[in-house]
């Protein structure tokens, strides 16, 4: 927080709550993420493609090799399952201690990104119990935006009663 509002004053920034709730969300507590979002934001791209700007994500990408292979193992079981092993408590200890959870055990989007681009591919579904939409194992609900997900899901209904009809024939 300190640190956010360092940069906002001295770059003479003027950002709105939703635009700083969003680089918390987008960045976490990491500073390097924090400063080249606002980076970013200075030259004119808006909050809501933060998570799509390529030096963000290669930036991400580094932080994330950096981490231990066990460290590694409680953000993709967090991510995938929701949950991680008894047995790497004491790593998830030190990763709150860190401040690497923005809250309790919600890691950064960024984060959450690049772990996804590493997993194998699996077949987005719809869940008609649990009404939600998943990719593999991961809730779709819980790692996307409100919008976000009523916007996918509406498309993935749309898409999947066999509307690719209307596709066939034109380039995408």
Aim: aromatic share 12%; charged share 25%.
């Amino acid at each position: 927080d300190y640190y956010l509002k360092y940069y906002l004053q001295e770059w003479q920034m003027k950002l709105s709550k939703k635009e700083i709730q969003t680089i918390v969300e987008v960045c976490g507590q990491d500073t390097w993420f924090i400063k080249e979002a606002l980076r970013i934001l200075r030259q004119g791209t808006p909050a809501a493609q933060l998570l799509t700007d390529s030096n963000l994500l290669l930036k991400a990408k580094i932080q994330y090799q950096l981490y231990s292979p066990q460290e590694q193992e409680v953000m993709k079981a967090l991510l995938t399952a929701g949950n991680y092993p008894l047995q790497l408590k004491p790593i998830v200890q030190r990763l709150t201690q860190a401040n690497f959870w923005v809250k309790h055990l919600q890691m950064p989007r960024l984060i959450e990104q690049i772990i996804i681009q590493q997993l194998p591919a699996h077949e987005l579904y719809f869940d008609t119990q649990k009404q939600r939409l998943f990719l593999g194992k991961i809730d779709l609900y819980t790692k996307l935006s409100s919008l976000e997900y009523k916007v996918l899901v509406f498309l993935f209904k749309f898409l999947k009663v066999d509307n690719w009809k209307l596709f066939e024939g034109k380039s995408t």
